[in-house]
C-alpha cells in the first residue's frame, strides 16, 4: 500500500482566498483523522470521520474550516477565507479501529498563508 | 493546564547512552499511552504503546508507565544518531488521543 496520500505538499496562498487539502487514507481503513501542527499548539486534533461520517469536530477552531469525506478514499479539509494564523503543517491520518489504534500518518501539507 | 505534558528538550546523549524521555498527564481516567517518533520535516510514526502499569520491551525501546503516578515514559539504549528525532506522547482522554508537545532527542556521534 502506498499509505496515507495527501496534496498539495506545500500550499502557499494569500489571505482570504479558499483554500483545500486533500488526503486519501489507506485502503480499508475506517477512520480518518486531520490534524494540525505547529510550534506553539503542538499537534492537534481537528476532526476526524468514521466510515465517512464525521464524529468529532469539536477541533475545529472555527466556521472558517469544514471538512468533508464523501467516500472511503477521499477526504477535503478547506479553508475560506484563510488568514496568516492558519499557516500550520495539516497531516491526515487513517487507522482501522479508532483513534486509540495505530494511526498511519500521511507526509502533510505545508500551508503558508501571506 | 495542559493535558500530556513533556520537557521539550533538546535531550543531549552521547552514542550508545541510554535516553530517558518522560511524560506525565493529567486524566486518572487515561488507558492507552503512546508514543510516536518525528524526524524533523516528517509526519509521526507509532514506535510503542502500552496499556498495563509496568515495562513493555521492544528491541533498544521499553516504554514504562505508572497510573499511579500519571507518568509514562520512553527508555531508548544504545542511542543512534539516527535516533535524534522529537518524540511524542499521547494519550487517550474522553475517546479522544491528547499528544503531548514532543521532547527533541539529540544522539551525538
Known amino acids: 500500500d502506498a499509505g496515507v496520500i495527501q496534496s498539495p505538499r506545500h500550499e502557499v496562498t494569500e489571505m482570504g482566498q479558499e483554500v483545500t487539502l486533500r488526503c486519501k487514507p489507506i485502503s480499508g481503513h475506517d477512520y480518518l483523522f486531520w490534524y494540525r501542527q505547529t510550534m506553539m499548539r503542538g499537534l492537534e486534533l481537528l476532526i476526524y470521520?468514521?466510515?465517512?461520517?464525521?464524529?468529532?469536530d469539536s477541533g475545529m477552531p472555527e466556521d472558517r474550516f469544514s471538512a468533508k469525506m464523501p467516500n472511503a478514499s477521499f477526504s477535503t479539509l478547506k479553508i475560506q477565507p484563510s488568514e496568516p494564523r492558519d499557516s500550520a503543517v495539516y497531516f491526515c491520518?487513517?487507522?482501522?479501529?479508532?483513534?486509540?489504534?495505530?494511526?498511519?500518518f500521511g507526509p502533510g501539507t505545508r500551508l503558508t498563508v501571506l | 493546564q495542559k493535558e500530556v505534558e513533556q520537557n521539550s528538550g533538546p535531550l543531549s546523549v552521547p552514542e550508545g547512552a541510554i535516553a530517558s524521555l518522560n511524560c506525565t498527564y493529567s486524566?486518572?481516567?487515561?488507558?492507552?499511552f503512546f508514543w510516536y517518533r518525528q524526524y524533523s520535516g516528517k509526519s509521526p510514526e507509532l514506535i510503542m504503546f502500552?496499556?498495563?502499569?509496568g515495562d513493555k520491551e521492544d528491541g533498544r525501546f521499553t516504554a514504562q508507565l505508572n497510573k499511579a503516578s500519571q507518568y509514562v515514559s520512553l527508555l531508548i539504549r544504545d542511542s543512534q544518531p539516527s535516533d535524534s528525532a522529537t518524540y511524542l506522547c499521547a494519550v487517550d482522554s474522553s475517546y479522544k488521543l491528547i499528544f503531548g508537545s514532543g521532547t527533541r532527542l539529540l544522539v551525538r556521534p
Open positions: 470521520f468514521n466510515n465517512n461520517v464525521p464524529i468529532d
Open positions: 491520518a487513517s487507522s482501522l479501529g479508532g483513534q486509540t489504534d495505530t494511526q498511519y
Open positions: 486524566d486518572r481516567g487515561s488507558q492507552s
Open positions: 502500552i496499556y498495563s502499569n
